[in-house]
């Protein structure tokens, strides 16, 4: 498998940076950077990396004039410059190369072929897949799931339901959120191809990286209804009420009809789990026959740290 490395003017966010000197690194590296483009590394065992993209808003248009503004005092910059030099000389960050990706992507095409003849679940994935063995190790952990294990866990995981929906997962960042468009080509399965299909839906981790913090939005077709979980509880950003607006209006034929619903309950006390609570909430809504008690029940439950992270070790077990 080929690989590309990554330019010095791209800068890398790290989930698992830890420490005050790593925290100033990674701050050095995104400083001394005025391009869209960044990269998101995929684990903390190698320095493989997944390119990314923010938007060109008005407000990104700001940061960087106030940054090139900050340039010229040299005080910043010349603190900066070390920092991410020597961030650099310890990595070899890399990303797969064009050619990789596509052999990638046909045998992911193959799969999910597999998966309509003996109509399981089958699961569109946006990002490049993890190694199997890679996000199982990630679920044994006492730390922060990645990008990549946390989507890759939820297709799998639906892949094993006995019902017959097809559901997407689609990770997304909270920046990215308004060009969210869902991919329906060839690799869709004929029942979702429909403009409003009558069943199944989308699962969407979303990702926001100033907080490094998951939250999950579901979209069910068959119940005509979108529902928010945060296991932070925390308040709706207005990014995330934006993009709820936006799938009722592209995904449903009737959006006046569409029900909205947040789950107003905090599981979380810790500040690592949210991956796994977000994992969990999909694994409750996809497959409810009946979408509204699955919701009620949900919010009743008391989920601690411990059983959250034991509920990541039995999907490893089930999932080796």
Same mark, same amino acid.
């Given at each position: 498998?080929?690989?590309? +490395?990554?330019?010095?003017?791209?800068?890398?966010?790290? @989930?698992?940076?830890?420490?005050?000197?790593?925290?100033?690194?990674?701050?050095?590296?995104?400083?001394?950077?005025?391009? *869209?483009?960044?990269?998101?590394?995929?684990? !903390?065992?190698?320095?493989?990396?997944?390119?990314?993209?923010?938007? %060109?808003?008005?407000?990104?248009?700001?940061?960087?004039?106030? +940054?090139?503004?900050?340039?010229?005092?040299?005080?910043? @910059?010349?603190?900066?410059?070390?920092? %991410?030099?020597?961030?650099?000389?310890?990595?070899?960050?890399?990303?797969?190369?064009?050619?990789?990706?596509?052999?990638? &992507?046909?045998?992911?095409? &193959?799969?999910? $072929?597999?998966?309509?003849?003996?109509?399981?679940?089958?699961?569109?994935? #946006?990002?490049?897949?993890?190694?199997?063995?890679?996000?199982?190790? *990630?679920?044994?952990?006492?730390?922060?799931?990645?990008?990549?294990?946390?989507?890759?866990?939820?297709?799998?995981?639906? %892949?094993?339901? !006995?019902?017959?929906?097809?559901?997407?997962?689609?990770?997304?960042?909270?920046?990215?959120?308004?060009?969210?468009?869902?991919? %329906?080509? &060839?690799?869709?399965? =004929?029942?979702?191809?429909?403009?409003? @299909?009558?069943?199944?839906?989308?699962?969407? @981790?979303?990702?926001?990286?100033?907080?490094?913090?998951?939250?999950?939005?579901?979209?069910?077709?068959?119940?005509?209804?979108?529902?928010? /979980?945060?296991?932070? *509880?925390?308040?709706?950003?207005?990014?995330?009420?934006?993009?709820?607006?936006?799938?009722?209006? #592209?995904?449903?034929?009737?959006?006046?009809?569409?029900?909205?619903?947040?789950?107003?309950?905090?599981?979380?006390?810790?500040?690592?789990?949210?991956?796994? /609570?977000?994992?969990?909430?999909?694994?409750?809504?996809?497959?409810? $026959?009946?979408?509204?008690? =699955?919701?009620? &029940?949900?919010? +009743? #439950?008391?989920?601690?740290?411990?059983?959250?992270?034991?509920?990541?070790?039995?999907?490893?077990?089930?999932?080796?």
């Amino acid at each position: 498998m080929g690989s590309i +490395k990554l330019d010095s003017h791209t800068p890398v966010y790290d @989930p698992w940076a830890q420490g005050f000197f790593e925290q100033a690194c990674q701050w050095a590296d995104n400083y001394l950077s005025c391009t *869209n483009r960044y990269a998101v590394l995929q684990n !903390k065992t190698t320095d493989l990396i997944c390119l990314q993209e923010k938007p %060109k808003t008005m407000y990104r248009f700001l940061v960087v004039a106030l +940054k090139v503004m900050s340039f010229v005092s040299l005080v910043l @910059p010349l603190i900066a410059l070390p920092l %991410k030099l020597y961030r650099k000389s310890v990595h070899d960050y890399h990303f797969i190369s064009d050619e990789a990706m596509s052999f990638s &992507s046909k045998e992911q095409q &193959s799969a999910r $072929k597999q998966s309509v003849i003996s109509e399981e679940v089958v699961v569109i994935e #946006e990002l490049p897949s993890q190694p199997q063995d890679e996000a199982l190790e *990630n679920l044994k952990t006492r730390g922060m799931l990645t990008n990549t294990t946390v989507s890759s866990v939820i297709s799998r995981l639906s %892949k094993q339901g !006995k019902g017959k929906p097809y559901y997407f997962t689609q990770y997304r960042e909270i920046t990215s959120l308004q060009s969210f468009t869902l991919i %329906k080509n &060839s690799k869709v399965p =004929t029942a979702m191809k429909k403009p409003f @299909p009558q069943e199944g839906g989308i699962c969407i @981790p979303i990702f926001d990286p100033t907080i490094k913090h998951f939250v999950g939005v579901f979209v069910d077709y068959q119940n005509k209804a979108i529902v928010y /979980y945060d296991s932070l *509880n925390l308040p709706l950003k207005k990014e995330t009420k934006i993009f709820l607006e936006k799938l009722k209006k #592209e995904q449903f034929k009737e959006p006046s009809k569409v029900v909205v619903k947040e789950i107003n309950t905090c599981h979380q006390s810790d500040g690592i789990n949210c991956g796994r /609570y977000v994992i969990y909430f999909f694994t409750q809504m996809m497959g409810s $026959k009946n979408l509204a008690k =699955t919701i009620a &029940s949900f919010e +009743k #439950e008391v989920i601690s740290s411990e059983e959250i992270y034991q509920k990541g070790l039995q999907w490893a077990k089930q999932l080796s």
